[in-house]
């Protein structure tokens, strides 16, 4: 079926055209991994995967579901007829109106005459869904009366649905809204719009260059979150403007009340003629440089790595009218990648380096406080590491899913077979890439810090401790899920659970649930050591 899902439509599609003060150019174009496409042979999965009856948001089915390929494993010769079989071709009608963002797959598994298995988002399953996101539309609203259409094919062992298109109930011609983009004057609904579509044509620069830059899912999230780039926007200008000139100079004058006027002076022009050096070490595709850029004279480093990246930098910059050398690249000024943290010069420092804390799983960095040890030696007086410092917080729930999802539950769901003490022996210690907003749970605490991470302040990290936690309702508790406060400095905070965040949260689930009430205490004992964190409960 079709669906609107603001929650897919956010990690799939860049919403957004201003990015911190960043215009992001028309001849850019952000596309997700699952983007399937007619004109080339990709062998990645076109499609990626979630439980849509827990996504956060929820979704609207836009059509009534519809079949869209039936296979029978028992026909040898059907299979092999579908590696040559031309996509069908599938109109759907639409039965409500709102923004087309995904085409939502699930299968009904026909064991024999008399049993069946379904997949479907309304079907309590341990399956999820695959997701089909939608791409290249003009315009992606629909309404009852359109009809959604698309091509279905397996071609390649991979269920692929491509061409999505939408044919408009108020048009008598099939000029319908396509992702393709040889029809993009057939998608215009009337003769205004064919008009000034044929003016932009003329207008427009023979030689612009129209990028793709395939990020992944993460990605396009983190570039949707405004809250991210405003807030480091902020921390960053506060920073250098602590660096300006005009407060290095006085903090000179004031260390040594004898300085000649002249001396100040020339010690003022030497200063003012160097720039700041800005370092980006996150992970992945970050326009973080580029916004340090236009803070003022600023020499922003990017450690994006693949091409596509670097040519999709140079374009937003270019856009942005910056010069070519405005933005470099670190990993082209280091002969060993694995020693990214050097200084920018031989004598010089920088002023603010960024690192990536946590883990779009929900999961703190390997080796984060090793490669902040390393970081505070590079950096200038006044300089900061950004975040400088973490909390981690937590809260006790029950949660029945979470159990079952993280270990066997006895016999009753495995026919009377005892296979939990050989299954369990591979549970995983700590469940990652949650939403704890649609995570289906009982809060029996409010929330709690668990630990501190201080990038800047080592002394004050509290690697071990112990926590007392209230409880506030009667339950067992299953799971201690957890997230983070990120400081960029002591005002500006980024919080990992909020619902624009790019990041999942993680839970703890114990082996053996707790039964408290109203009143009681339990003590946490919290470790963090070497990247990893444990939370037990004090019996």
């Known amino acids: 079926m079709a669906v609107e899902c603001a929650e897919i439509r956010r990690y799939h599609r860049v919403g957004i055209k201003d990015i911190a003060g960043i215009c992001l150019p028309a001849n850019v174009k952000f596309r997700s991994p699952a983007y399937s496409s007619s004109d080339t042979e990709e062998t990645v999965e076109p499609y990626t995967t979630e439980k849509m009856s827990r996504v956060p948001g929820g979704y609207l089915a836009l059509t009534e579901c519809f079949e869209i390929m039936t296979v029978d494993f028992n026909n040898l010769q059907e299979l092999k007829s579908l590696a040559t079989k031309t996509p069908d071709k599938i109109s759907v009608p639409v039965i409500k109106e709102g923004i087309l963002d995904a085409i939502v797959v699930w299968f009904v598994l026909q064991l024999d005459d008399e049993h069946t298995l379904s997949t479907s988002p309304s079907e309590e399953t341990c399956w999820e869904q695959a997701i089909y996101p939608v791409h290249d539309l003009p315009d992606y609203r629909i309404k009852p009366g359109d009809h959604v259409m698309m091509d279905v094919s397996c071609q390649d062992c991979y269920l692929r ?252 769901r495995t026919l009377g077979l005892n296979i939990a003490p050989f299954i369990n022996q591979f549970q995983v210690p700590i469940r990652v890439f949650l939403d704890l907003s649609s995570l289906p749970c009982t809060p029996l605490s409010k929330p709690v810090e668990l630990l501190r991470l201080d990038l800047m302040t080592p002394y004050l990290n509290t690697s071990n401790r112990e926590v007392k936690v209230h409880i506030c309702k009667s339950g067992r508790v299953t799971a201690i899920p957890f997230w983070y406060h990120m400081f960029l400095d002591d005002e500006i905070r980024l919080d990992t659970s909020s619902e624009v965040s790019h990041w999942k949260q993680a839970a703890v689930v114990l082996d053996n649930p707790i039964q408290v009430e109203t009143g009681e205490e339990l003590v946490l004992s919290v470790q963090h050591h070497k990247s990893n964190v444990s939370i037990t409960v004090k019996q």
């Open 161 to 412: 649905i491509q061409n999505i298109s939408i044919f408009s109930s108020e048009y008598e011609m099939d000029v319908g809204k396509s992702s393709t983009k040889n029809k993009d004057l057939l998608s215009l609904g009337n003769e205004a719009e064919l008009c000034s579509a044929l003016a932009n044509l003329q207008t427009s620069k023979p030689d612009a260059v129209e990028q793709t830059c395939v990020l992944e899912s993460t990605e396009i999230a983190l570039l949707n979150n405004i809250p991210y780039h405003e807030g480091f926007k902020m921390a960053m200008r506060k920073v250098l403007s602590s660096l300006t000139p005009e407060k290095r100079c006085q903090a000179m004058e004031s260390q040594d009340s004898e300085m000649s006027c002249e001396s100040g002076q020339n010690n003022s022009e030497q200063i003012a003629s160097e720039p700041f050096y800005v370092l980006d070490v996150s992970e992945g595709f970050s326009i973080l440089p580029i916004i340090a850029g236009i803070l003022g004279q600023v020499k922003p480093y990017s450690s994006v790595e693949k091409d596509q990246h670097r040519i999709t930098l140079d374009l937003v910059s270019e856009a942005n009218h910056f010069s070519k050398e405005t933005l470099e690249y670190w990993l082209r000024h280091v002969e060993d990648e694995s020693a990214v943290l050097q200084r920018p010069k031989s004598d010089k420092l920088w002023s603010i380096i960024i690192l990536d804390v946590i883990e779009p799983s929900g999961l703190i960095q390997q080796e984060i406080m090793e490669k902040a040890a390393i970081s505070r030696c590079l950096l200038q007086s006044g300089g900061k590491i950004f975040p400088q410092y973490v909390l981690m917080f937590g809260l006790l729930v029950e949660s029945q899913t979470l159990l079952e999802e993280n270990a066997v539950q006895g016999t009753a």
